[in-house]
């Protein structure tokens, strides 16, 4: 990454001073600076308290954060150069969906947290998995738009699903907190549960950064890939696999998180270009700054804190509109 990903790796500087000092506790930036200097040396933390607001509330949290956007940013740089749309978002396949069925049956069954997790991760995958077999059995037209089609249609069926979950919940205990994971939230996460996020997020995101080379080859009409020598449906299937890995990873962790896999790649790509040597890993690296400064947004800009589904959508609405008027013109 070069010249427009300093940008990138500013905006992820920027996003975690922010989310470390700022908070219903703020910390100074030299009480901050005074303790990453004693982790270094090794000796003990001058400030007990500061200590354990930034390793143990908000370092979490700040790592999760990063995860998340960056593991959306670069599933939807992945599927829009795949089904070559610039409109596509990583909840395309109906990964979103099926995590948000997966979850909601966990709330309806009282799992707990964890286990609420593992339905949603559990759920995300194979929403994947049905959209992949049913596109499987089309033998005829373009693979890319089954596919599209296949995803749009399962997305359907599932989202029909949750809505009969809430609509047989307890409307006083279970209902609320369906309503609330919906919206995206990562108040839920704590150190323990940062491994079970970070691990599949990274594996998928080291997958597709390895595929980045043969991603621009896949981006070309399906005819002209084969003819580069490309062996375009295991390739799809790896990088479908890959992103929808972690993408099921942060719903699971994170609730419904739109606009960030939609809005991230074409800012990204206007950084650095189209070619995905650059876009992906600029990608991961502005998902995760962005995805921290509208956390922080979010739970110091009101006395209660603001669902992340709402801010992004805030956010990226505004930025959408103008995406449609620039595609018009022939910018994507």
Do not use: C
Not at 212 to 230: K, N, Y
Not at 318 to 331: D, N
């Amino acid at each position: 990454m070069r010249g427009g990903g300093l940008w990138a790796v500013l905006v992820l500087v920027m996003g975690v001073l922010l989310a470390l000092t700022q908070g219903r506790i703020d910390i100074p930036l030299s009480d901050l600076a005074q303790l990453v200097w004693s982790v270094l040396q090794g000796a003990p933390a001058p400030n007990e308290q500061v200590q354990t607001i930034v390793f143990q509330v908000r370092g979490p949290r700040v790592l999760a954060a990063i995860a998340v956007g960056a593991a959306l940013a670069v599933a939807g740089a992945a599927f829009q150069g795949l089904f070559r749309n610039p409109l596509v978002s990583p909840d395309i396949l109906g990964a979103s969906a099926g995590a948000a069925l997966g979850a909601v049956l966990g709330i309806f069954f009282s799992f707990g947290v964890f286990g609420i997790q593992m339905a949603a991760f559990a759920g995300g995958l194979m929403a994947v998995a049905l959209v992949y077999g049913v596109g499987s059995t089309v033998r005829h037209g373009d693979p890319v738009l089954v596919l599209l089609l296949a995803g749009i249609v399962i997305g359907s069926l599932l989202g029909a699903g949750i809505g009969m979950v809430k609509v047989l919940a307890d409307p006083y205990n279970q209902l609320p907190a369906m309503t609330f994971w919906l919206l995206g939230s990562l108040a839920a996460a704590h150190a323990n549960d940062v491994p079970s996020l970070i691990v599949p997020v990274a594996f998928g995101t080291v997958v597709l950064l390895l595929l980045r080379w043969r991603m621009d080859v896949m981006s070309l009409p399906e005819e002209e890939a084969r003819s580069l020598g490309a062996r375009t449906t295991g390739l799809r299937l790896l990088i479908v696999a890959a992103a929808t890995l972690v993408t099921a990873a942060s719903v699971a962790a994170a609730g419904i998180v739109g606009w960030i896999g939609l809005v991230v790649p074409h800012l990204a790509r206007f950084l650095v270009g189209p070619s995905f040597v650059r876009l992906l890993p600029t990608s991961a690296v502005l998902g995760g700054g962005l995805l921290l400064l509208i956390d922080t947004l979010a739970r110091t800009a009101a006395p209660v804190e603001i669902p992340l589904g709402i801010l992004t959508a805030l956010i990226g609405s505004p930025f959408f509109i103008v995406l449609l008027r620039r595609a018009s013109k022939g910018w994507t």
